[in-house]
């Protein structure tokens, strides 16, 4: 067996965190307009939401911006400085974690919204970028180069090396494990893994209808988070409501046709996409239709991917209300369609991991019984 190297991944976990700390401890960004000065840090934008009264979009700016990225690092660097000293058990319950977490870890997207941002701020006041900024392009380097090379399973493996061995399985059915991919004989549902001592399952609980559920309600949302206003802009004493189509065209106005591009792409294609995509797959698994199944099986895994870009507009937002905050001269605060949009954004990742997509492959293999 290939020995497991921890020692790049160990590195970029490191420097990722270095760059986090720092990123956490400067502003970013600094704006001049009408005599005034503002500086932004990571944790300005949801702090200014939470007083704008959108307490719930600021806990998730604040959650996928500030806490997902720092569990996700500090999971990796416990797992692989502490595979040799710490308990083996500790740190499989620990990493059981990191992949569910990982697409919650939004630096990237953040960095995007960004750049929105800062196409519209320059048209309203002098910028500048701090060091803290090119400290969050590291960080997002930096883990993206971990998570490349990572081999999770050699650190799996490795973990067991150390962990007492698990008794053989004893039944007759194989059940993968979903938190760490292990295959096990098992006799029933809800037995341990043998190796992370995760529950197992053959399919996910109430699939189906979960996520329905949360299918439905997103589709509700889409509509108020198209209709009404997403931010609401104060430039000398002039007010102006924006919605998500009204941003998008201004920036083709502009002339920045690839930001505007990317934001209809991440704001109106994507979770509609993820929507229409979803009800078909539901429709066509409830049906136990085998057809195109290749076909669905990519789209799944295609939504399942470019969900959480859609929270560009939502980063967009909170970096604007964090910095201008000048009164009459210059203001931006977040309106009803923001919020909206953030619970479509959420319920559309949620439906998508609700649903179970080995339930289209059983319509397959019912197709393929022997009538009696």
Same mark, same amino acid.
């Given at each position: 067996?290939? #020995?497991?190297?921890?020692?790049?991944?160990?590195?970029?976990?490191?420097?990722?965190?270095?760059?986090?700390?720092?990123?956490?401890?400067?502003?970013?960004?600094?704006?001049? +307009?009408?005599?005034?000065?503002?500086?932004?840090?990571?944790?300005?934008?949801?702090?200014?939401?939470?007083?704008?009264?959108?307490? &719930? $979009?600021? +806990?998730? $700016?604040?959650?996928?911006?500030?806490?997902?990225?720092?569990?996700?690092?500090?999971?990796?660097?416990?797992?692989?400085?502490?595979?040799?000293?710490?308990?083996?058990?500790?740190?499989?319950?620990?990493?059981?974690?990191?992949?569910?977490?990982?697409?919650?870890? /939004?630096?990237?997207?953040?960095?995007?919204?960004?750049?929105?941002?800062?196409?519209?701020?320059?048209? /309203?006041?002098?910028?500048?970028?701090?060091?803290?900024?090119?400290?969050?392009?590291?960080?997002?380097?930096?883990?993206?180069?971990?998570?490349?090379? %990572? !081999?999770?399973?050699?650190?799996?493996?490795?973990?067991? #090396?150390?962990?007492?061995?698990?008794?053989?399985?004893?039944? !007759?059915?194989?059940?993968?494990?979903? +938190?760490?991919?292990? %295959?096990?004989?098992?006799?029933?549902?809800?037995? *341990?893994?043998?190796?992370?001592?995760?529950?197992?399952?053959?399919?996910?609980?109430?699939?189906?209808?979960?996520?329905?559920?949360?299918?439905?309600?997103?589709?509700?949302?889409?509509?108020?988070?198209?209709?009404?206003?997403?931010?609401?802009?104060? *430039?000398?004493?002039?007010?102006?409501?924006?919605?998500?189509?009204?941003?998008?065209?201004? &920036?083709? #106005?502009?002339?920045?046709?690839?930001? =505007?591009?990317?934001?209809?792409?991440?704001?109106?294609?994507?979770?509609?996409?993820?929507?229409?995509? /979803? $009800?078909?797959?539901?429709?066509?698994?409830?049906?136990?239709?085998?057809?195109?199944?290749?076909?669905? =099986?990519?789209?799944?895994?295609?939504?399942?991917?470019?969900?959480?870009?859609? /929270?560009?507009?939502?980063?967009?937002?909170?970096?604007?209300?964090?910095?201008?905050?000048?009164? #009459?001269?210059?203001?931006?605060?977040? !309106?009803?369609?923001?919020?909206?949009?953030?619970?479509?954004?959420?319920?559309?990742?949620?439906?998508?991991?609700?649903?179970?997509?080995?339930?289209?492959? !059983?319509?397959?293999?019912?197709?393929?019984?022997?009538? =009696?």
């Amino acid at each position: 067996m290939r #020995q497991f190297d921890a020692s790049f991944p160990l590195a970029c976990a490191m420097a990722a965190l270095l760059f986090y700390l720092f990123a956490l401890a400067a502003p970013f960004l600094e704006i001049e +307009a009408y005599g005034r000065f503002a500086q932004a840090r990571l944790d300005t934008g949801p702090a200014q939401l939470l007083a704008q009264g959108w307490g &719930l $979009v600021a +806990a998730l $700016v604040f959650g996928v911006t500030l806490l997902a990225p720092a569990a996700k690092l500090g999971i990796l660097l416990l797992a692989l400085g502490g595979r040799h000293s710490l308990p083996p058990r500790l740190l499989k319950a620990a990493l059981r974690w990191y992949r569910p977490l990982s697409p919650w870890a /939004m630096l990237d997207v953040y960095l995007l919204g960004f750049l929105v941002a800062y196409t519209r701020l320059t048209g /309203m006041a002098s910028v500048h970028l701090d060091t803290a900024l090119y400290a969050l392009i590291g960080c997002m380097l930096a883990t993206a180069a971990a998570d490349g090379s %990572l !081999d999770l399973e050699g650190l799996w493996r490795a973990l067991d #090396q150390r962990d007492t061995p698990p008794p053989p399985g004893v039944g !007759d059915e194989i059940i993968g494990c979903e +938190a760490c991919g292990l %295959l096990n004989h098992a006799t029933a549902e809800g037995e *341990q893994c043998r190796r992370c001592h995760a529950p197992l399952r053959r399919r996910k609980p109430h699939s189906i209808s979960r996520a329905w559920s949360l299918v439905l309600a997103a589709a509700l949302l889409y509509v108020p988070a198209n209709l009404y206003p997403f931010m609401v802009v104060t *430039q000398l004493a002039r007010t102006q409501s924006f919605t998500i189509m009204h941003g998008i065209v201004e &920036l083709a #106005q502009a002339g920045l046709w690839p930001l =505007a591009l990317l934001v209809f792409f991440a704001s109106i294609t994507i979770p509609l996409a993820k929507l229409l995509i /979803m $009800v078909v797959i539901l429709v066509t698994t409830q049906l136990r239709r085998p057809t195109l199944l290749p076909l669905r =099986a990519r789209a799944y895994r295609i939504i399942d991917f470019v969900g959480r870009w859609s /929270m560009i507009d939502v980063f967009m937002v909170s970096i604007l209300a964090a910095l201008l905050r000048f009164g #009459q001269f210059a203001n931006v605060r977040a !309106d009803l369609g923001a919020s909206c949009f953030a619970a479509v954004v959420v319920l559309t990742i949620f439906a998508v991991n609700a649903f179970d997509p080995r339930l289209m492959w !059983d319509a397959l293999d019912a197709a393929q019984e022997p009538s =009696a």
